[in-house]
Nanobody, 123 residues
Framework: QVQLVESGGGLVQPGGSLRLSCAAS????????VGWYRQAPGKQRELVAAITSGGNTNYADSVKGRFTISRDNAKKTMYLQMNSLKPEDTALYYC?????????????????WGQGTQVTVSS
């Protein structure tokens, strides 16, 4: 069974840093584009950062210069380094990945979501 499992969330003071990790497991042949999304209470889920298999990155304007997305294909893990955190960064953070993986119908390219990890920025 293919899974994405996030870790690294928590409570941090404004100006602090956190590093989120998202590990993929299961019968995975290939990891294509991956990304981090977040959803704050009462708001829609939004894209925070994404990275293609070739290493091209894309960031939301609100996090440019503060967050860095990266991936380690050998470890099937993606990361989100978050620096200079602000209270408005408080949200539930989800990882997403397009995975070529074995399913009950054979190899399929499918999008998967992690279960989410809470990030709270507060003094």
């Amino acid at each position: 069974q293919v899974q994405l499992v996030e870790s690294g969330g928590g409570l941090v003071q404004p100006g602090g840093s956190l590093r989120l990790s998202c590990a993929a497991s299961g019968s995975i042949f290939r990891i294509d584009a991956v990304g981090w999304y977040r959803q704050a209470p009462g708001k829609q889920r939004e894209l925070v950062a994404a990275i293609t298999s070739g290493g091209n990155t894309n960031y939301a304007d609100s996090v440019k210069g503060r967050f860095t997305i990266s991936r380690d294909n050998a470890k099937k893990t993606m990361y989100l380094q978050m620096n200079s955190l602000k209270p408005e960064d408080t949200a539930l953070y989800y990882c997403y990945a397009d995975l070529l993986a074995v399913t009950g119908r054979g190899p399929e390219l499918t999008g998967y979501w992690g279960q989410g990890t809470q990030v709270t920025v507060s003094s």
